[in-house]
């Protein structure tokens, strides 16, 4: 059996100048990282001669199929024919956090699903590699309006500056930091769920056909990522971290009329009130997890103005998509 656990991420600046439409113009950069929740693919053979079906596949459903061409997982079926994989194969998918939540699951699940077939196969790929395969699967065979950051985050892991040049060209430069810089920034951040879950390529697709109305909001987002990467960097306070934050969601803000949600400003503004410096909504926006800086000394003022949101525990910094059993 192989088992492939592959992290969730959370996206500090930059997010939405990983579209290629963006950045083959402009370039683009992101300042993200891989968080400790993840997910995890399971595969073994079995002898289809025994069965009544060649491929089984279990997620939130269970499918047996008789072939690949069968399968109604788009993404399952659209993986298992770019490794050629046709039968005698049994997937099962589990995960951490759910989908459609701001955290990148999408784009972890076709790297997790990619690095777990490859090692099926007994091939070796580069975190390089499998980054470009999980775009050129969402992008062109699944044909999704997707960024490129969330598959790099998925499988480097890490807490990473990526740099874009083109689809196929793209620097990851780990953020050099200290294990106590780290712990710092991860103790003053808290993660809530919205309670809403929303489709992140339907906001992605109308920021795709009206880039060139939202191309000043993009320009000042990507100038907020080298100034976080300074900061993050050097030895002043991290409290300037979560102004920038505050500052990267009023201009994400401007990307899409359904970036926000009334019930999201309402939950934003209870929790800077109750004393968080700033904080975003992560993914595409619309819905999914909010993720706020506060000061120690606020943050159990925060929780209780929040009380009636989930809050998700979390540690950055963690491993990039590795198989963890074969």
Known sequence: MIICQTPLRVSFFGGGTDLPEYFEQHGGAVLGSAIDKFIYHSVTRFPSELFEHSVRLAYSKVEHVRCVDDIEHKPFREILKFVGIEKDIEISLAADLPAFSGLGSSSSFTVGALNALNAYKGKFVT?????????????????????????????????????????????????????????????SLLLFFTGVKRRACDIERRKINNIDQIRGS???????????????????????????????????????????????????????????????LLGAGGGGFMLFFVPADCQAKVRHALADYYEVPFRLNAPGSSIIHS
């Open 127 to 187: 975190r390089y590699e499998l980054a470009r395969m999980a775009i050129h699967i969402e992008r062109d065979r699944l044909g999704e309006a997707v960024g490129c950051q969330d598959q790099i985050f998925a499988a480097f892991g890490g807490i990473n500056l990526v740099e874009f040049i083109s689809r196929d060209n793209f620097i990851v430069n780990r953020v050099v930091i200290s294990a106590q810089r780290i712990q710092e920034l991860n103790d």
């Open 218 to 280: 993009l320009l000042n987002i990507h100038r907020l990522v080298e100034k976080a990467h300074v900061l993050l960097t050097g030895n002043v306070s991290l409290t300037g971290f979560g102004e920038l934050l505050d500052e990267t969601w009023r201009q994400k803000r401007e990307l899409d009329s359904a970036m926000s949600q009334p019930q999201v400003e309402l939950m934003y503004e209870r929790a800077k009130t109750a004393g968080a410096i700033g904080g975003k």
